[in-house]
């Protein structure tokens, strides 16, 4: 497959799967973090379907196109595996991650910290969407979309 195939199928399952929780995110209180706003596309899909929902993003730095930046406070600059560790316990009712590189190395080393950190902001029931699959005993896998194959992207529920 190519990459440009690879890439269009990743983002579909992206978008597929942030569809499909929009119900169940609804059921709990909460706000969104979305872990690496990159361009702030899906930042921008949350927002559109999360409205009055308080939605906190992170990045190294901001790079987002303007009209899809959070305001100052809803902004977290650094490295999140250290700048989320303050949002630990505040119980999020959705967590997106996508800050897989695609480089298995560079993915690893993420590996050894995410889970925890997904699991320790989402609120009991709180859903977790990822790039990278997380494997942590408070979280759940749940069935994918119709259509969306299995390791393309990774949804959990927190136990
Ligand atoms: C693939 S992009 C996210 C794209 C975004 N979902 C969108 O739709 O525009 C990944 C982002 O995660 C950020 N990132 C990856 N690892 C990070 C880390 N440890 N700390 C902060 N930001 C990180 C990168 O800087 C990059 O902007």
Redesign the pocket.
């Known amino acids: 497959m190519s990459r440009l195939d690879s890439f269009i199928r990743r983002l579909t399952a992206?978008r597929d799967i942030l569809n499909s929780i929009i119900d169940l995110v609804g059921e709990t209180p909460g706000p969104v973090l979305?872990?690496?706003?990159?361009?702030?596309?899906?930042?921008d899909?949350l927002r559109e379907n999360f409205p009055g929902r308080r939605i906190v993003a992170?990045?190294?730095?901001v790079?987002?196109y303007s009209a899809?930046t959070p305001e100052a406070q809803d902004m977290v600059t650094?490295?999140?595996?250290e700048?989320g560790q303050a949002f630990v316990g505040i119980g999020a009712a959705l967590a997106?991650a996508?800050?897989?590189?695609g480089h298995d190395e560079i993915d690893a080393v993420?590996l050894t910290w995410l889970p925890q950190l997904m699991a320790g902001v989402l609120a009991h029931n709180g859903i977790a969407v990822s790039?990278l699959p997380l494997e942590h005993p408070e979280l759940m896998a749940l069935p994918l979309p119709d259509g969306i194959k299995e390791g393309r992207y990774f949804l959990y529920r927190r136990t």
């Open positions: 992206q979305e872990f690496g706003l990159g361009n702030g596309r899906t930042y899909h992170f990045d190294w730095e790079r987002s899809s650094g490295n999140i595996r700048s997106h996508d800050i897989g590189t993420t790039g």
